[in-house]
């Protein structure tokens, strides 16, 4: 059974630029989140999406980050336009409906924003 | 104060002894609690989930839970090189947002 998955691995946009970060989650998996690690600090809940809803989105640092799960299924989450604060890596996870509290990691994209 | 407290670290312990890792939390609400394994530059991989107060064994690892000190702790026996890691103490209470501390580097020596 293939894991969760991002694309890109890593990413180094310009202050300003737009950048757009991708994520499939396990096959089946209905629960999907984003966390971002800053340098330094701890993991941080972004979102919470439970197929193509979100059901909690209170991490979300302003309205310069977009989440989207079309068809409850991969997730992308857009940061426009991209400020030197926003570099750090961002982790997806999933979950079953039932398990919901065991999260798989995906392998995260490492965000640099000069 | 943070949500979830660990120290950071570095602790440092030889082969084959026990590495002992803390967390504290503030919400007395929480319910669920999680130790997390990270190596440098991967994912974090949940090792040991536990609900109720007293001692969960897996293997070499056993969690610790005490509610009433919002206190959980990670035990890790005859240590191993490969052992070493960033162990990440996560805490949810009861939705489906989780709340991590910062993690604690552990370096096991050969």
């Known amino acids: 059974e293939a894991g969760v998955t991002q694309f890109p691995s890593h990413s180094v946009i310009e202050k300003g630029q737009t950048v757009t970060l991708r994520c499939d989650p396990i096959s089946g998996h209905d629960n999907l989140y984003w966390y971002r690690r800053v340098m330094g600090k701890e993991i941080k809940f972004l979102l919470h999406f439970v197929k193509e809803s979100k059901q909690d989105e209170s991490g979300m640092p302003n309205n310069r980050f977009l989440a989207e799960r079309t068809g409850g299924t991969y997730s992308t989450l857009k940061v426009q336009p991209a400020e030197l604060e926003d570099s750090g890596v961002y982790f997806c996870a999933s979950s079953q409906v039932g398990g919901a509290e065991t999260q798989y990691f995906g392998p995260g994209t490492r965000l640099l924003v000069l | 104060q943070k949500e979830v407290e660990q120290n950071s670290g570095p602790l440092s312990v030889p082969e084959g002894a026990i590495a002992s890792l803390n967390c504290t939390y503030s919400?007395?609400?929480?319910?669920?609690f999680f130790w997390y394994r990270q190596y440098s530059g991967k994912s974090p991989e949940l090792i040991m989930s536990i609900y109720s107060n007293g001692d969960k064994e897996d293997g070499r690892f056993t969690a610790q839970l005490n509610k009433a000190s919002q206190y959980v702790s990670l035990l890790i026996r005859d240590s191993q090189p490969s052992d070493s890691a960033t162990y990440l103490c996560a805490v949810s209470t009861g939705g489906f947002k989780t709340i991590f501390g910062a993690g604690t580097r552990l370096f096991v020596k050969a």
């Open positions: 919400d007395r609400g929480s319910q669920s």
